[in-house]
């Protein structure tokens, strides 16, 4: 179901996604400074909604110290461009319909929701060093705070 959970030291897997305007952006890209890939479950909803907006309102602090934040959901291309259009996002959001890099990074598969179990997007987060090596691993996240404390973490 999910793919091993990553830890920090680990390569980040590659990826190539298109953003909400269908274009192709790639993880090796942006080799060369630390990257934030978060996965979440579902644009336009409250949870990914206050988790984006906390990114959005952070990415000139984030910029500054050279990081670059990418989002990650199955959502399609026209779905995450209404949502970017909506809340003002202004970093990419990427679409993996296929879930290949969720299952990569270990963001899908069993989750407990209201007490139940369920199969989908585990809300992660990755920290990415310039070298293309996972600094900082976070699995199960809570949307709300989530951002304040990976700042923290970083030190910005």
Known sequence: MA?????AGDVAPEFTLPDAEGNK???????GQRVIIYFYPAAMTPG???????FRDSLASLSAAGVAVLGVSP?????????RDKEGLNFPLLSDADHAVLDAYGAYGEKMMYGKTSVGVIRSTFVVGPDGKIEHAYYGVKAKGHVPR???DLGI
């Not at 952006?25 to 080799?31: A, D, N, P, Q």
């Not at 959502?75 to 949502?83: Q, T, Y």
């Open 25 to 31: 952006v790639s993880l090796s890209s942006l080799r």
């Open 3 to 7: 793919g091993q959970r990553l830890q």
């Open 150 to 152: 990976l700042r923290k």
């Open 75 to 83: 959502d399609g291309p026209a779905k995450l461009a209404k949502f």
């Open 48 to 54: 990914c909604t206050t988790q984006a907006c906390d």
